[in-house]
């Protein structure tokens, strides 16, 4: 099942009230980057799906609409950036979420990754450090009527202990080193996705085998901006 379509969660959402709209154009733009990323090596329907029907360029600032379906990473204020669509399409798919699980995102951001997780079924919980972005994305979320993702201004670093354990745990910063408690809180069987490098980052798929054993997967090289410690006010 897959929560995209006629009767998706975007359909009549609150849109009309707010100055967003998603016109014939954006809609060509989006199936143009969708037919990018397919040719990038991207595979998994059900990503594709949630990003050929989410709007990125409502995670944008207006002014940069031009570049939302553009593959590259993007500035969204506070020295911070949306993800490029091929990293959230790659992390997305590795992940595998799906309907009705418990997923953790670290690294809220625009909202964007947050959303196309909630889209392919997941009941997402996500938490920023910075207070301006997690208030923007926290607003945007509402605003497409996204009730099956709850957003927290928390130090990412210690997770959610009150709501573990999580069948899926994304990081979408570049973490030093994967923080304990968010191993901790992965439910046996479950799976995180995280970047770990200080200036570089691989890409690690671990997967949790039993209380004490973890199964990690070195996938590949990306860049993110860091996981930093600690939480920013406005
Ligand atoms: N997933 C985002 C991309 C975010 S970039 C999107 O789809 O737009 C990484 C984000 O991680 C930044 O917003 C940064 O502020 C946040 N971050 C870094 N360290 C963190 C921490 N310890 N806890 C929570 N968020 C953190």
Not at 163 to 170: L, Y
Not at 201 to 209: A, D, F
Request: overall charge positive.
């Amino acid at each position: 099942m897959l929560v995209v379509g006629k009767n998706s969660n975007l359909a009549g959402t609150r849109y009309h009230k707010m100055i967003m709209k998603d016109t014939y154009r954006h809609k060509g733009l989006r199936r143009r980057l969708i037919g990018e990323l397919q040719k990038k090596g991207i595979s998994d329907e059900r990503v594709l799906e949630a990003m050929g029907a989410l709007p990125r360029h409502f995670f944008l600032d207006k002014a940069f609409e031009e570049w939302a379906y553009e593959d590259k990473p993007f500035p969204i204020g506070s020295e911070q950036t949306i993800s490029q669509p091929y990293t959230v399409a790659y992390m997305s798919s590795l992940l595998d979420v799906q309907p009705r699980e418990k997923v953790l995102e670290i690294g809220t951001g625009s909202g964007y990754q947050a959303a196309i997780l909630a889209l392919m079924g997941g009941r997402v919980y996500t938490v920023e450090r910075h207070e301006s972005l997690y208030l923007k994305a926290k607003e945007m979320l509402h605003s497409l009527n996204m009730n099956n993702i709850r957003c927290f201004h928390r130090d990412g670093f210690k997770g959610l202990p009150e709501f573990a354990p999580f069948n899926k745990i994304m990081v979408t910063a570049g973490a030093p080193e994967v923080p304990d408690a968010l191993r901790q809180q992965l439910a046996i069987g479950g799976v995180m996705v995280i970047p770990v490098g200080k200036t570089a980052q691989k890409m690690y798929r671990i997967e949790r085998i039993d209380e004490t054993h973890y199964d990690e997967k070195e996938m590949g090289d990306f860049r993110f901006v860091p996981f930093l410690k600690g939480l920013e006010k406005k």
